[in-house]
């Protein structure tokens, strides 16, 4: 199939634009559209078999539900059996943005969507192509992010083609995304909310506004299973080995480790903070790659910068963690995935093994814990 690509970075209006591909996504295809978050593959969220086409194109399980996507805050009306109160408090303090939704689905939703489950997840995008497109093709889009399954999510269209060119029937080229992790997941159907996956709406957010939020035990515990299907898989994971540094002293950390590295031979991956490059070794075998000045830096760049890794052909990465706060916790959610949960805890000088595997040239510097 040949993959077809809209450019809208430009300032003419976006309406006869988009018109062709809402068109095709009416017509049971599946087109990539940016959002604030990241870069969705849509399809008519009430038509199953154009769905199957996206579980198809990602090679995604059948067990991981979808995404509905709305251009107004009434049409999640007809796709639930009945909101509560904590529904319509968040909808009105976060919609339109990066926040879904888990809620009882009604009769309308074909099974495929959501995997079978009895609730839907509904999210109202901010980003003007996204909404556009979603009035234009007159019904709800299902999409997920834009990537193979299991690789990281893209935020920009020419990360959705490396993926996808030749598989669906277009990409609309929006330019970058803006948050660049995807929306928070927040079920509702409890007596409070609770957080399946950390995002752009971060927890201190909520809780301002609800005077709680919980996250879901499967997201901090190993032997619990996360209740958002898709938060068990190995996900965002680069070709290369992934070690992750945390802890108070993560930036020198990750200078030792890279230095330690490179001296046995290894051409090393490196991803860190702005701060932390500014004392990194000139010259050598490394590709250093910016995260930038702060958490909503970091979180824009990340999936680009492993992704470019890929090409780069690094034998090793090595990664900055930062702290479980705010937008760091949505971006440590992923960094931790992407890293196998490979992680080197650097406090007080010493850097001590907290989980998973050290690369075998790093022994000797890593304590185990
Ligand atoms: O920012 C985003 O949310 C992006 C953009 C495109 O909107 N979309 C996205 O979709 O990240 P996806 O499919 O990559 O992630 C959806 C997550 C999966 O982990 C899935 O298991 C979970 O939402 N999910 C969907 N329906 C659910 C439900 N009824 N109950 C619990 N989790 C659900
Ligand atoms: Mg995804």
């Known amino acids: 199939m040949e993959t077809k690509l809209w450019n809208l970075r430009n300032d003419e209006p976006l309406g006869p634009q988009v018109k062709e591909a809402a068109a095709l996504i009416a017509a049971g295809e599946v087109v990539s559209f940016p959002t604030e ?17 996206i579980f198809a194109a990602k090679g995604r399980p059948a067990d991981n539900p979808l995404i509905l996507h709305i251009a107004e805050m009434g ?3 007809r796709l639930t059996r009945g909101l509560s109160p904590m529904a319509r408090k968040l909808m009105e303090a976060f919609w339109p943005g990066p926040m879904t939704l888990i809620v009882p689905k009604s009769d309308l939703i074909p099974d495929v969507v959501t995997a079978g ?15 556009e497109l979603i009035r234009q093709a007159g019904c709800p889009i299902a999409a997920p992010s834009a990537n193979k399954s299991g690789k990281p999510s893209p935020t920009n269209a020419q990360d959705v083609l490396q993926d996808m060119d030749g598989i669906i029937a277009g990409v609309i080229d929006g330019g970058s995304c803006d948050i660049g992790v995807e929306s928070t997941i927040i079920d509702t159907t409890g007596k409070e909310p609770v957080i399946l ?17 919980r996250l879901d035990p499967g997201l901090v515990r190993a032997d619990q299973t996360p209740k958002a299907p898709g938060m068990k898989y190995r996900h965002y994971a680069p070709q290369a080995p992934m070690l992750l540094v945390e802890g108070p002293e993560a930036s020198l950390g990750v200078i030792r480790l890279a230095i330690m590295a490179e001296a046995s031979e290894q051409r090393v991956g490196v991803i860190a903070l702005e701060e932390t490059l500014h004392h990194f070794p000139k010259g050598g075998n490394f590709v250093v790659h910016d995260g930038g000045k702060n958490l909503e830096e970091l979180a824009e760049n990340l999936f680009r910068e492993l992704r470019l890794f890929d090409r780069e052909k690094v034998d090793l990465i090595i ?7 705010d937008l760091g916790l949505a971006i440590m959610n992923r960094m931790r995935k992407s890293a196998g949960h490979n992680i080197v805890w650097a406090e007080n000088g010493l850097l001590v093994r907290k989980s998973g595997h050290v690369p075998e040239c790093l022994q000797t510097i890593v304590m185990e814990p």
């Open 75 to 77: 049409e999640i009306e």
């Open 117 to 131: 489950l009895d609730t839907v997840a509904v999210r109202f995008p901010s980003h003007p192509v996204a909404r």
């Open 197 to 213: 996956r950390p995002g752009g709406i971060t927890r201190e957010m909520i809780t301002e506004v609800m005077g709680t939020a």
């Open 37 to 53: 978050t990241v870069y969705g593959l849509g399809a008519n969220g009430l038509d199953g078999k154009a769905c199957q086409k």
């Open 319 to 325: 990664g900055e963690g930062v702290r479980d706060q």
